[in-house]
């Protein structure tokens, strides 16, 4: 039902941002595959094997810049996050191997 | 004769001297003779015209025929006589001229040079007559009969000649084969399907427009005479040397610029012609010559003439003009703002009636010889409206072999380089051009070599020069007031990083630096790209639906940005939000799919769709243009190899379905959006699918919108499809009639499965209706191109809509987002505290709100309960992790009036369902400053209606925070009072815990505070929770003071909110 899980984020002023606690600058991520695909198109894993390009492209993207400066982001979200791990597998894993479907 | 040679100031005539004078030259020109009696230099001397020194040699001329006898190096003027330092040469017509001069047939007419002289001779012409032969050649010039053998007949215009001393000079016709004897019939030794041509073709050529492109070329096979053995083509263009103003100073001491750039070689063939660029100005004439070898391993001129341009005029440039560019990775469109203010994208040589931007000055028709890479600037572009421009660079030379920044710059537009628009043979190699430079990342995969920032950026820079010289010379052709600003708007994919933003600046930097010299006028780009792409198209259409979402699926590059119409019109309670709910950018193109056709990569065939001959990106890429839809690229048995179609096809399948789930995904984020208050209720204020409804006591959040005669409930999308990638959607629409219908079905059907799918869809609701009640509609509908358009259009023309130039721009384009924010899309999971993120969460900042434009909404409030007396203070728990005020009311608050101020009658109770005030939604807390801003933010109302009931506007304002606090307090089950002192303690705390803090720290630090509030409260005889409610009564109502004059230093800002970017501090200077 709800995502919202742990103890609201108290903390000082500047810190006090967030209605769910903020992503630490150095945080691993790994990928749930939901929702399902349709059927009648390969789901991610299936063009990208255990995933494991698309977790190296949101490595890659976490050591670049992960989360957004504090001013930037609105209370009570999740958009400290700066990428969507949907774009990076369309940007860094499917465009590169469309052409491996037959 | 006196009057010939005699001083114009005193009259005295200076031939009656008799003295012998040295008569020196300085530099070219002789020296001026001043009068020896009033020492005027008005002298004139009838014999210095007739005897003068050459601008190329300086060597002093005489004309054999009519011109003046003498000594070899005295000129004698009566008794005068002017000594020169060298002998004076004898020149004679038949040294100035061509021996033979050829004829072509143009357009199905003869056409002759104007003057038969070669082009180092003619400052031996006289200026006035060399300007007549340009304005009016037919008085120059023509063929005549002579034996029964035709010939060249010309009156030649000498320099220092009378009308009646200029002589008539003869010659052969120079005959196309060299080994045909001319047997008096023209058209037989004429040259045919020879084509010279001049780039651009300006309807009034200023002295401004400095850059021309020349060429001259076979045609057809007829016209590889030009080619014949034993015979050399030489082609030179006389440019005039001009002023700071580009005027020129002389008709006749001209600059010769050769066509020095073969055009059709391909292989082990010859060329079929030359080209030449200036960028010097307008040159005057083009001398076509032939030679021939000679023994001594020089050549010499066997034939050739000069063929007239027209000049240019005299006025100067006053127009402004206004360009909205759509730099697309595969295709730019460039959109004018006419002066009526029309908007039209612009499509040079379209239709027959338009004038072309080349200008013939020998026409050998359809070109039937194609070898080669072909980069004259004239032509059609591409696309059904021809208005697209492939975004692409063809080069003579190999680009690896020019790979670098200097060596880019150094290449000449038309003649070096430029956007080959017929594309290039299946002879030329692929290596000659290059595409995709719009990302540093494409040139990667497709010219490894070519991947870096700089050369990418003299690229972009050359590219976007280029085609604004063929935009202006397009509109030249037919506008006859010539531009002296060009104001330049151009946007940027959101998927751009700081990097490919700042080459892109840099690149139009240049190309404005570039583009002033060679036009003259000032192309004024901004310093930073005004908006991203799919924010430009969105300014382009107004819509009644709920959403519009953008999606622009280029070449390179896909752009999605979902529009919030009700907050881009202030109604329905969404005034004051941004218009851009998501706006986000993927680089994932059309050519994602045509280079999985293509195979693995370049040269790497694995899994290849297209035939061997256009295995290459670019030549598929050009492929794709010529075709009349991706379904006819398809079955084309020249493109896609038979075996492969069905391949081809599912890829498409895959390409689009990818791109519906991504558009669904995003949509059923807009319907989830969502966060959570500090107490972990759902905060629904920034769910973009609740409106305020109704009017009055009526009025009221509603998930939805009522639309219709019946009122009916519904959430709607509108899709907009901008960019030609749409195009490889025509391959799935599977009997739908149009590729927007088929996306509009697609991700309707795809949205309601993701919702279904979703838990929390069924939390989100106003109490009458949720998500996923059958009784809400939702309406996925689109928007075709409109009749004559098409779908990249939209971009160009939205950089240059109103909205761009009004206080639109500055509301919705200052603040948009600073990056890409949309849905998370799949979901994730975060190690730091065994977190689980849902797929539909946003992601990135999102733009920003203007809170002051924030709907008041004041809902009807009941008069809340008498309060139930305090329980014991939970505070003093001493290692109380979790936060205090859980137990249930507080006393009633000390300082407040035992009953609280009578209030107004309401009109109706307040709905159960209601969420809380100022435009909340369900369960949603609006924080109690922002309520007290925005009563302060409408001072005036509230002291008209405190003014009605006869209190002050402070106590009127106060009442109506206090029924804010009573109704979002029955909300949460708690007393009013008990709330605000929660709210207390929480800021307490916030200052006083540090992160990072283990819970037995914080239990500590909460205990400390206790015991501190506690003997604080104990001294004024109260309890905590009256003690913290009191105090931060206290704090709100100080916020309900009158506000400050705007005029003098604006509003504070909100309290709690970070200052809005460009409001000075309070009381500060604006």
């Known amino acids: 039902m709800s995502d919202f899980k742990g103890t609201p984020v108290i903390g000082t002023r500047e810190h006090y941002q967030f209605g769910e606690d903020p992503i630490a600058q150095k945080v691993q991520v790994s990928i749930l595959e939901t929702p399902k695909m349709p059927s009648e198109l390969p789901s991610p894993s299936k063009i990208d094997p255990g995933l494991e390009a698309t977790k190296m492209a949101i490595e890659a993207q976490l050591a670049r810049n992960a989360v957004a400066p504090l001013p930037l982001v609105p209370p009570a979200s999740t958009r400290w996050l700066r990428f969507s791990p949907l774009e990076l597998f369309m940007e860094h894993v499917l465009a590169r191997r469309l052409w491996t479907i037959e | 004769m006196e009057h010939e040679n005699h001083c114009e100031h005193c009259g005295f005539d200076l031939s009656r001297l008799e003295m012998t004078v040295l008569f020196a030259r300085k530099g070219a020109e002789p020296r001026k003779l001043h009068c020896p009696i009033c020492r005027s230099d008005r002298v004139k001397i009838r014999a210095l015209e007739r005897v003068f020194p050459r601008a190329d040699s300086g060597r002093w001329v005489r004309w054999r025929e009519g011109g003046v006898a003498g000594p070899a190096n005295v000129i004698a003027v009566g008794r005068l006589k002017l000594r020169v330092e060298s002998e004076i040469e004898s020149l004679a017509k038949e040294q100035i001229c061509f021996r033979a001069v050829p004829v072509f047939m143009s357009g199905g007419e003869r056409q002759i040079p104007v003057l038969p002289v070669m082009p180092e001779y003619l400052d031996t012409l006289d200026p006035a007559q060399v300007r007549l032969a340009r304005e009016k050649p037919h008085l120059f010039g023509r063929v005549i ?7 060249y007949q010309c009156v030649l215009p000498l320099r220092g000649l009378k009308q009646t001393e200029w002589p008539t000079y003869e010659c052969d016709l120079l005959p196309a084969n060299p080994f045909s004897p001319n047997a008096g019939d023209v058209d037989a030794v004429a040259f045919r399907g020879v084509t010279l041509r001049v780039w651009p073709n300006l309807k009034r050529p200023t002295h401004a427009w400095r850059y021309y492109v020349v060429g001259i070329q076979a045609a057809t096979e007829e016209g590889m005479a030009l080619f014949a053995q034993g015979r050399m083509l030489r082609t030179r263009m006389l440019v005039p040397p001009s002023d700071a103003d580009g005027r020129p100073t002389s008709e006749t001491k001209l600059e010769v610029v050769s066509l020095d750039q073969e055009v059709g070689r391909e292989g082990e063939s010859g060329p079929t012609g030359f080209v030449g660029a200036t960028r010097k100005g307008r040159p005057a004439w083009v001398s076509v010559e032939f030679m021939q070898a000679t023994q001594g391993g020089g050549a010499e001129a066997v034939g050739g003439g000069l063929f007239p341009l027209p000049p ?13 560019v759509d730099f697309g990775t595969s295709n730019t469109v460039i959109a004018v703002k006419r002066r009526d203010g029309s908007l039209q994208c612009v499509a040079p040589e379209r239709g027959r009636d338009r004038s072309s931007t080349t200008l013939n000055l020998l026409d050998g028709g359809p070109p039937t010889i194609h070898r080669g890479i072909d980069l004259w600037p004239g032509g059609e572009w591409s696309g059904p409206s021809h208005d697209l421009l492939p975004s692409e660079l063809g080069c003579v030379r190999k680009w690896t072999d020019v790979a670098s920044e200097s060596a880019i710059n150094a290449l000449s537009f038309g003649k070096d380089f430029g956007v080959p628009l017929r594309g290039a043979s299946s002879a030329v190699s692929s290596e000659h051009t290059v595409s995709e430079f719009k990302w540093l990342r494409a040139v990667e995969k497709d010219k490894s070599a070519l991947a870096r920032r700089e050369i990418v950026q003299a690229l972009q820079s050359r590219f976007l020069e280029g085609a604004m010289l063929m935009t202006a010379a397009s509109l030249l052709s037919e506008e006859e007031a010539a531009p002296k600003t060009v104001n330049v708007n151009y946007s940027f994919p959101l998927a751009f990083d700081e990097g490919d933003l700042e080459t892109l600046r840099l690149a139009a930097d240049e190309a404005g630096t570039r583009l002033k010299q060679l036009t003259g006028a000032d192309f004024v780009f901004p310093a930073t790209p005004l908006v991203d792409e799919a924010q430009a198209a969105a300014g382009h259409a107004s819509s009644d639906k709920m959403f519009r979402v953008y999606l622009d699926l280029g070449g390179g590059s896909l752009e999605l940005l979902v529009d919030d119409n009700l907050a881009r019109n202030n109604h329905q309670g969404h005034a004051g939000l941004h218009p851009h709910v998501f706006s986000s950018s993927i680089f994932f193109g059309g050519s994602v799919y045509l280079r999985s056709l293509v195979g693995a990569g370049e040269g790497d065939r694995r899994g290849a769709c297209v035939m061997p001959g256009v295995g290459s990106y670019t030549r598929l890429a050009s492929a794709v243009r010529q075709s009349a839809s991706a379904k006819a690229l398809l079955e084309s048995p020249h493109v896609i190899a038979e075996a492969r179609k069905s391949t081809a096809e599912r890829r498409a399948r895959v390409f689009i379905g990818y791109i519906v789930e991504y558009v669904a995904r995003s949509l059923a984020g807009v319907c989830l959006e969502h966060g959570r208050t500090a107490q972990g209720a759902l905060d629904l204020s920034r769910n973009r699918l609740f409106s305020l409804s109704g009017t009055g006591s009526q009025r009221r959040w509603i ?20 960019g030609n990638g749409w195009g490889f959607g025509d391959i799935v629409r599977d009997g739908m009639k149009t590729v927007e219908q088929m996306m509009a079905h697609r991700v309707y059907e795809r949205l309601l499965e993701l919702l279904r799918e979703t838990d929390i869809a069924q939390d989100i609701g106003d109490g009458e209706f949720h998500l996923l009640d059958p009784r809400l509609a939702f309406d996925i509908s689109y928007v075709l191109p409109t009749e004559g358009s098409h779908r990249k259009a939209a971009v160009a023309l939205g950089l240059l809509g109103a909205h761009h130039s009004t206080e639109d721009a500055a509301r919705f384009f200052k603040n948009r987002a600073p990056e890409r924010h949309g849905v ?9 505290q065994g977190r689980r993120i849902p797929w539909y969460r946003p992601f990135g900042p999102p733009a920003q709100d203007d809170p002051s434009q924030f709907e008041v909404f004041v809902p009807v409030v009941e008069a809340p309960p008498a309060p139930a007396p305090a329980p014991a203070m939970p505070f003093m728990a001493p290692a109380a992790p979790a936060m205090p005020f859980m137990a249930p009311a507080a006393p009633m608050m000390p300082g407040m009036p035992a009953a609280m101020p009578a209030m107004p009658t309401m009109p109706a109770p307040m709905p159960a369902a209601m969420p809380s005030p100022m435009g909340a939604f369900p369960g949603f807390a609006m924080p109690m400053e922002m309520v007290a801003f925005a009563l302060v933010q409408q001072w005036p109302m509230l002291a ?7 209190v002050s506007a402070v106590e009127f304002a106060q009442r ?3 029924q804010q606090v009573v109704a979002q307090a029955a909300q949460m089950g708690q007393a009013p009072e008990r709330l605000l002192a929660t709210q207390q303690w929480q800021k307490l705390m916030q200052t006083m815990v540090m992160p990072g803090m283990t819970p037995e720290q914080l239990a500590w630090v909460q205990s400390q505070q206790m015991t501190f509030v506690t003997a604080q409260a104990t001294q004024r005889g109260q309890t905590a929770e009256a003690f913290l409610a009191a105090q931060r009564w206290e704090q709100l109502t100080a916020m309900l003071t009158p506000p400050p004059d705007p005029t003098s230093g604006g509003f504070p800002p909100m309290p709690g909110m970070p200052p ?6 309070f009381g500060g200077p604006r």
Do not use: H, Y
Not at chain 2, 145 to 151: A, I, M, N, T
Not at chain 2, 824 to 832: C, E, M, S, V
Not at chain 2, 944 to 950: N, Y
């Open chain 2, 960 to 962: 109506q925070l206090w």
């Open chain 2, 312 to 324: 240019p005029s005299d006025s100067l440039p006053s127009d402004t003009w206004s360009f909205g």
């Open chain 2, 703 to 722: 998930l939805g919108i009522n639309k219709g005669p019946q009122q009916k409930r519904v959430v709607e999308f509108c899709l907009v499809l901008l």
């Open chain 2, 145 to 151: 009969q002579e034996r029964g053998k035709s010939r």
């Open chain 2, 944 to 950: 008209a209606q405190a003014a009605q009931m006869g």
């Open chain 2, 824 to 832: 998370l899309g799949l979901d994730l999971w975060l190690n730091d």
């Open chain 2, 1060 to 1065: 809005m970017p460009g409001t000075p501090p």
